[in-house]
């Protein structure tokens, strides 16, 4: 099992785990609720039947009295272990309890004369295991029109171990059968979600292949332009990202510095051969057109979603510390810390480097020149961390060719890329 299939096998099952701790309690509680409910819709419903059985409903007339003590003793000995009956004002005609309904009577909460409108209930819990559910009826007389209520039934139930147990069982079974359906989710999904984030890898990462295709096919047509290798473009990109790693830059902003540096020259596309490849000095007018490759870079990144971390350093590669730089003379930190990075990385590789012009300096040369115009071309923090890998950086360079370069940059961009 890979990392990332590692990663999402948690991730699946600590979703399932809460899941399962949340819908376990709430599957309880309504299992228990809905037995609660149960029970008591049973003994309201009996307690009707039996009523209209001892035809203790209306309860007016001389028999009334008589009527609810009958009826009030049968039921007493059934589903309650206390009933009471009263008549329509509330007066109570009957009363009758078990020796459990006995126990618990002077447990319970008083109240006034019954006069409620509708069937409700209680659910009271003592602390001591003993469970008790109050009921209350009123008493309605069938005919047609309204009913009238002509009486007041109220019932207490005290639920037995064997049934409290049950309903704790059921209760119990509901709340593992939803916990287990939380796993069993997740353990469906995961294969899933795994085949699917395979899938999105593996596009992502030929998306990312193709983009860095293309800026390589783009960086090498610059160089092929301006100087016929493209080793200068995979050399500086390696040095600054070299620089980079040592002053923690990571994820976009290293991606961003990679792509920027690679690419920093890309307005030169837009420059003239007579320009771009005049032998000699420039005048005025031909060195103010080259700097327009600062602008015209601006504009080829800007757009392109994955190359807009780029511009960064395509327009501010010609910056300086001091502010003398161009095309906007920033100064300092207001200059973007990818281009003060790629600075050191271009001028250090432009020193120690052959070119058509003139020949390479040594290490010693080129880190005087550095030095010198720290503070003044260069950030000196930027500085400060490029000292002490200059000379590794030099000897692993020193004699590289093209394909070696390449090579160089292909590792850390393999590496800061995720491919």
């Known amino acids: 099992m890979n990392t990332f299939n590692r990663r999402t096998a948690i991730r699946i099952a600590a979703v399932s785990l809460l899941l399962a701790a949340v819908a376990s309690p709430i599957a309880w509680f309504v299992a228990r609720e809905n037995a609660e409910e149960a029970t008591v819709s049973l003994a309201m419903e009996e307690s009707r039947r039996l009523l209209r059985h001892f035809d203790a409903v209306a309860l007016n007339g001389p028999k009334a009295g008589e009527k609810a003590a009958k009826a009030a003793r049968t039921i007493a000995g059934g589903l ?74 109220e019932g207490v ?67 092929k332009r301006d100087s016929d290798t493209g080793a200068h473009n995979y050399r500086v990109a390696w040095i600054a990202t070299r620089i980079a790693e040592r002053l923690g830059l990571q994820g976009h902003a290293m991606q961003a510095l990679i792509a920027g540096s690679f690419l920093h020259d890309v307005g030169k596309i837009g420059i003239p051969d007579a320009i771009l490849l005049k032998p000699g000095k420039l005048d005025d007018d031909e060195f103010d057109t080259m700097r327009s490759h600062v602008r015209q870079g601006e504009e080829i990144v800007t757009g392109i979603g994955w190359l807009e971390g780029a511009a960064a350093v395509v327009s501010g590669h010609h910056e300086k510390w001091n502010g003398a730089g161009y095309p906007r003379g920033l100064a300092g930190e207001a200059i973007p810390l990818a281009a003060r990075i790629f600075a050191v990385a271009d001028v250090f590789d432009a020193l120690c480097s052959k070119r058509p012009y003139k020949a390479p300096l040594g290490f010693e040369a080129a880190m005087a020149i550095l030095d010198r115009d720290s503070g003044s071309h260069f950030d000196p923090a930027v500085m400060d961390v490029f000292r002490p890998i200059a000379w590794e950086v030099f000897e692993r360079l020193a004699d590289c060719d093209e394909d070696q370069a390449r090579q160089l940059l292909d590792e850390r961009v393999r590496l800061h890329f995720g491919i």
């Open 157 to 223: 139930r005290v639920v037995s171990a064997w049934q409290r147990e049950q309903m704790r069982a059921n209760a119990l079974s509901a709340a593992l059968l939803a916990g287990l359906a939380s796993l069993l989710c997740g353990a469906v999904i995961y294969p899933v979600v795994v085949r699917l984030s395979a899938d999105n890898q593996r596009k992502a990462r030929e998306v990312l292949d193709s983009h860095i295709s293309m800026m390589d096919a783009l960086g090498r047509a610059i160089a």
């Open 80 to 153: 309650f272990d206390i009933a009471e009956i009263y008549d329509e004002h509330g007066d109570k005609l009957a009363e009758a309890m078990t020796d459990a309904g006995a126990a618990v009577e002077e447990r319970l909460p008083g109240h006034g004369r019954p006069a409620y409108q509708a069937a409700s209930y209680e659910s009271l819990n003592f602390g001591d295991a003993l469970w008790v559910l109050r009921v209350f009826v009123p008493l309605q007389e069938e005919g047609g029109g309204a009913a009238r209520i002509s009486g007041y039934f």
